[in-house]
């Protein structure tokens, strides 16, 4: 069984510039869940989706992030104009259904330059 | 709103010394309580859960973490570890209603020196 699976696991953008990270569930989970890891910091949730839907994105800046989940295909975070603020790993997890535990991806560590 | 406390920055042991490391959390609600661990290079791997019941929990790789209600705690604990348990430690936190989101402490840096 695959796990989580994130990709890409490096992503390096300029100032400015959009950065598109995927993650793909495990296989029959439909709760997908973003986290941000800052360096020295515990992982901060961003945004919980279900299929197609987005549950909760109290996490989530206001400005420039957005996520999805479609029906058919990977769950993406975009974030547009990328600061260097933004440099950090983010973490993808999914889980089934019933409060099962979550089950994290590898992350994608964001440099920006 | 919910928050966890891991009072340990960096722990440092030796092979076969015991472990606690401290964990807190603030609610006033019924909570699920994990431990998760990140091994260099690797992503984050349960190591154990509380939902209800026994409040003495088992996980893998020997570790074990007792759930006090009355002090808000869920500590983790191994009666000797390996130089293998060299890790990144996570406690967190989540409502028990629903598939909710994680909250996690800071972390607690292990290194374990023979």
């Known amino acids: 069984n695959a796990g989580v699976m994130q990709n890409p696991r490096h992503l390096v953008r300029r100032r400015g510039q959009e950065a598109r990270l995927r993650c793909s569930p495990m296989k029959g989970h439909s709760h997908v869940y973003w986290y941000r890891q800052l360096p020295e910091e515990g992982l901060k949730f961003m945004v919980y989706l279900q299929k197609e839907n987005i549950i909760d994105e109290s996490g989530m800046p206001k400005e420039r992030f957005s996520a999805e989940f479609p029906k058919e295909g990977p769950s993406i975070l975009r974030i547009q104009q990328v600061v260097r603020g933004d440099s950090a790993a983010y973490f993808c997890a999914s889980a089934g259904q019933n409060n099962q535990p979550q089950h994290f991806g590898d992350g994608t560590r964001l440099s920006i330059l | ?114």
């Open chain 2, 1 to 114: 709103a919910q928050s966890v406390s891991q009072h340990n920055h960096h722990v440092i042991l030796s092979e076969a010394a015991s472990l606690e490391l401290g964990c807190n959390y603030s609610y006033g609600g019924t909570v699920n309580l994990f431990w998760y661990v990140q091994y260099p290079g690797q992503h984050l791997q349960l190591l154990l859960k509380y939902f209800s019941g026994d409040p003495l929990v088992k996980g893998i790789k020997g570790f074990e973490a007792e759930f006090i209600k009355s002090k808000f705690s869920f500590n983790l604990r191994k009666p000797s570890v390996q130089w293998s348990d060299t890790a990144e430690y996570f406690c967190a936190v989540s409502r028990a209603s629903g598939n909710t989101p994680l909250v996690f402490g800071k972390g607690t840096r292990l290194s374990v020196i023979a």
